[in-house]
């Protein structure tokens, strides 16, 4: 015998199939609670159809204890949640006339507030539809979220899907009334996709870039001001040999894991959201994450509010299937009086730093630590750089002015550091012996070939190649009776340095990798444009609560992305150790 309450929910899934005419019930679904798909339809009179629209979900409904998303088209879709791609230009199949829609969880990338699904259509034909529903259950009670709907007046420019764009001038969008021809039929999949995005694998120390890695540096005043000499993705790529390796820099000068500094002319929470955003928005394979140092300087901070925002951050890039490795906040240096000495704050900064390890250990994250030993190192890796006029400077002053902000030449000895602690690759000098005597080349972390020592006009020929590009010096030593060496043709050394004698009294040559250099040129050039691209002078004109006034050029912002790749191209190129061709003058 039928009880009234199951005739009840019998009779409301009946009448709803009814009405709408649009869903093929799923077995799997609860009979009470079928998804209310509203449908959306776009047409032109000539060519393809091709749409983007927005929906502002209401966020009274969230957190809830589980969130459903269904969607399904007849045209190439991609689906965007809260600037999180779900998918990308995708055809959905059908089966015995009905599209099989496409049902994702999407809990975890739904928060409080405002959140946003935005859709693309792009069809073959004159006419296209889509249909979505999004369902939740939040105690114990299922909800169907309201929310605006907007369509682009026009093809709209970079960032439209995610939830800060300003689309006040895009019109409302109403789904099709239930009254008109159902037009598409839909099957709903019996599984749900959970997660939205399969968690990509953790990264472990000592660190592997892998071929196809884009990679992303996100952080304060160290990451962003790295991109002044470049030293450090330089010495980066500089080890990657062929693997095809991306990177961006998404740094922000005196930002915190708050995103303090990034919500420009909106509340610090507007822009950690679009923080969150623009990382999804590149879709990282990786994401290095450098916060501390700002958070240990600032007033009424506490490292439990720092390590509970950071991983905040944290579980938002893993919903998205993002892998992160965590840098520590570095040491600060003494300055030259008159300027207050920055190192007095590092007893600070060493809490946030053991507190961006335990947040580290707790999501059991790679951690590299910059703080322990960071001054001693530096100063080590000083000695080792090749001799420029800086040295006339102490050595803390030649690294950092203000024993804060880091020098090109602080930046190459932070890189070195950061390689090794990051990588494993000790930072040691390329060095070639030369032995005339017995007529031998050899050499550290160099390739050597076609040794040719010509006794009649006193030559060595030789080809070699570094194993790995650095800003450490190419040296090159002289064995005891080989003499002296007095030239250079062209060569690995763009610059050569006057002679310094060994400790045994032999010479001794260096100069720095001429590719390396080429290299670091061509990745400044690169972020350069790149940072143009997401971070443009006048934003506010083109993004923001101005956008009336010169909204119409921010289709311009695609246009540096050719440019980019062209460079990201000649990187890969310039990455690569190439064969140098040295011929050494020698005098007994």
Known sequence: MVSEQNFRRFFVALMTGLLTGLVAASPSLPAQSPIDLKRFSVSVAEGKAAGWYRWIVDGS?????????????????????????????????????????????????????????????????????????LQTLRDGQTVVPGGPWKTAPAPPPVGWQQTDFNDRDWPEFKPVSESEPAGLVVQIPEKVSAP???????????????????????????????QLSEHLEATLAGGLGQRNVTFRNLGWSADTAFADSRGIFDAPATGYLRMVEHIRAEEPTVVFLCYGQNEALTAGMTPENYARQLT????????????????????????????????????????????????????????????????????AINQQLAPVATDSLTPFAAMAENGMHL???????????????????????????????????????????AVRFDAASGTVRFRLREKALSPLPLVLEMSEGTGKLTSLSESALQVLESPAANADGRP?????????????????????????????????????????????????????????????????????????????????
């Open 196 to 226: 939205v995005l399969a968690p990509r694998a953790r990264r472990t120390l000592p660190f592997q870039f892998e071929d196809g890695d884009h990679v992303a540096f996100v952080g304060a005043t160290f990451v962003e001001r790295a």
């Open 508 to 588: 001794r040559f260096q100069g720095i990798s001429g590719q390396y250099e080429s290299l670091r040129q061509a990745i400044l050039r690169k972020n350069e444009l790149y940072f143009h691209r997401w971070r443009p002078q006048n934003i506010t004109y083109l993004f923001g609560f101005r956008k009336h006034e010169q909204g119409n050029n921010a289709a311009d912002i695609a246009r540096f992305d050719p440019f980019i790749r062209e460079l990201e191209t000649q990187i890969h190129e310039l990455q690569q150790p190439q064969w140098q061709d040295v011929v050494l003058q020698l005098n007994k």
């Open 407 to 449: 020098t090109a030449r602080g930046y190459a000895a932070a890189a070195l550091t950061v390689r090794q602690r990051l990588l494993g690759v000790p930072a040691e000098s390329a060095v070639v012996r030369i032995d005339a005597v017995k007529g031998t080349v050899a050499g550290d972390s160099v390739e050597i070939d």
């Open 61 to 133: 409904v969230f957190p809830a204890e589980s969130a459903k998303l269904v969607i399904a088209s007849d045209a190439r879709c991609s689906l965007y949640v809260n600037g999180q791609r779900i998918l990308k230009y995708e055809q959905m199949p059908q089966v015995d006339g009905r599209v099989v829609a496409k049902a994702f969880d999407v809990k975890s990338l739904l928060r409080a507030g405002r959140n946003l699904v935005a859709v693309e259509l792009q069809a073959d034909s004159s006419a296209a539809q889509f249909l979505i529903g």
């Open 312 to 379: 905040q951050f944290i579980d938002e890039l893993t919903a998205s299937g993002i892998p992160c490795v965590l840098l520590s906040p570095h040491e600060l240096f003494p300055a030259r009086v008159p300027i207050p000495s920055p190192s007095r704050f590092n007893s600070r900064i060493r809490v946030y730093s053991e507190a961006t390890g335990s947040v580290a250990q707790s999501r059991q994250l790679a951690f590299v630590d910059l703080f322990s030993g960071f001054t001693d190192q530096m100063l």
